[in-house]
Nanobody, 122 residues
Framework: VQFVESGGGMVQPGGSLRLSCAAS????????MTWVRQAPRKGPELVSA????????YYAASVKGRFTISRDNGKNTLYLQMNTLKPEDTALYYC????????????????WGQGTQVTVSS
């Protein structure tokens, strides 16, 4: 299982970025996929999730209305379109595969990419 993330960078507040995550080594369209971010001195935060077929999505309240998750199962690629970026969006963004659910319905992540840095600053 391998993920290659790209698209991060430095952008001014109000700007946009599009992250990509190219997946290989497994049947991509069998798995829910997510974007998880980690800011300095903070724990990981689930940003967004998308079901295997792409018909159902989840967004954290902090990004709802600004970010859009999508996937192209033909290209085995996950995307995150980020608009109206804010300084508090600064973090290392990972794509992560959901391997199952825990006893309380929480997502269990079984594979992660290396992360791509997003920095929002003027």
């Amino acid at each position: 299982v391998q993920f290659v993330e790209s698209g991060g960078g430095m952008v001014q507040p109000g700007g946009s970025l599009r992250l990509s995550c190219a997946a290989s080594g497994f049947t991509f369209n069998n798995f829910e996929m997510t974007w998880v971010r980690q800011a300095p001195r903070k724990g990981p935060e689930l940003v967004s999730a998308i079901n295997p077929g792409g018909s159902s999505t989840y967004y954290a309240a902090s990004v709802k209305g600004r970010f859009t998750i999508s996937r192209d199962n033909g290209k085995n690629t996950l995307y995150l379109q980020m608009n109206t970026l804010k300084p508090e969006d600064t973090a290392l963004y990972y794509c992560a595969r959901v391997g199952g659910l825990g006893p309380f319905g929480d997502r269990l992540y079984d594979s992660w990419g290396q992360g791509t840095q997003v920095t929002v600053s003027s």
